[in-house]
């Protein structure tokens, strides 16, 4: 018998499937390390001598277009959280799409326990942070604890190795995508102001000629990537979150497999994408957002009602909603624990869940016009993220030291 390893026409249909999937928690467990260090570098960078600079940097105007009705002039800072983030959530709309049409959410039976686990994560931690926040002004950062980093809670999982069962690395990128997916409609409907409708109305013209391009046979990526330019424009001027466009377009991208190619478009999309969001976007949205000024009043700060709202609906509400309402799921026969995974396991995974960072950063963007509100919520992310990532690597380290399949 040959000890050589097949190739990878003639591998193992398991180890074909599941090839794309260890590609991709390799790049997450990477980019989550690059994250840690660049948030690290702009928390060391604020709050050096440098720290004006910095601030300075992310208040430089940039201005594209021409004339007041063409033109958008704004700072650094928002460019790179209404302009580049629109590529992350292009990839984000990319990955919803994928495990609606053939992965963890393509049947109601498998998309039951992480749906279930993902509504417990984010209903949870949004009443304990009302909670804490009742008639406040700070009530409407009431969305920052619902979030769940994939790239900081995968990178976690893949530190951990063997101790982490594959079935918990599945469920938490279910449960993230849908968690992704319900932070989007929460920025849509919760964190818009104003609506000029007659320029969202734009935009979504331009998301239908994307649809009909897309649906008449059309592959050009030049094309579906101009109408998403009109339509990040029009979104944006509308008064609606730009970074929506992304999301939409997504669901543009068609996804049927072609007659010359191996995979569908919003595969290869994904493949293009995944290095340039996990390598450079989220890395400078994290240099850009966590400058948070550590000064003599910072753990003053975190006993504030919106840090502590953040800390313990990150902290505490995650795992207690994501394990509460996958508990009543699983009870009601709606759904039922994946083989590999125990309810330990889930727990871990609550745990994990707890590390917010870049989406909770994005929604504290959003919420507060503050500046001092904004610096105490982002305190509050921070530590909450860090906590909840320490306690979900001791737990599952400590607690699933010999992990076995859970039996039938």
Known sequence: MSSTSPAPGNAPPLERILRPFAAFLKLQASSGILLMLCAATALIWANSGFGTAYHALLSTKLTVGYGSSLEISKPLLLWINDGLMAVFFLLVGLEIKRELVTGELNSLKKAALPAAAALGGMTVPALIYAAFNR???????WG????????????????LGKRAPLALKIFLTAVAIVDDLGAVAVIAVFYTDTIHWLLLMGSLGAWLLS?????????????????????????LKSG????????????????RMLATEGDPATERWEHALHPWV??????????????VLIGGDFMASLASPEALGIITGLVLGKPVGIFLFSWLAVRAGLAALPRGMGWVGLLG???????GFTMSLFIAELAFRDPAHLNTAKAGILAA??????????????VLRNPAPRPD
Do not use: E, K, Q
């Not at 008639?135 to 950062?141: E, V």
């Not at 996990?278 to 400058?291: H, Q, R, T």
């Not at 995974?349 to 590390?355: D, K, N, Y």
């Open 278 to 291: 996990s390598f450079l976007i989220m890395p400078v949205f994290a240099l850009a957002n966590a400058g």
């Open 144 to 159: 920052i604890p619902m979030a769940t980093d994939i790239a900081f809670s995968l990178g976690v999982l893949a530190i």
């Open 135 to 141: 008639g406040l002004p700070t009530l409407p950062g």
């Open 349 to 355: 995974v609550g745990c994990l869940a707890g590390i």
């Open 211 to 235: 649809l009909a391009f897309g649906r008449a046979g059309g592959r050009h990526p030049a094309v579906f990537i101009l109408l998403g330019v009109v339509m990040w424009v029009c979104m």
């Open 385 to 398: 993220s860090a906590v909840a990532g320490v306690v979900g690597y001791s737990f599952i380290r400590v």
């Open 240 to 255: 609606v979150h730009a970074t929506i466009a992304g999301v939409l377009l997504a669901f543009a991208i068609p996804g």
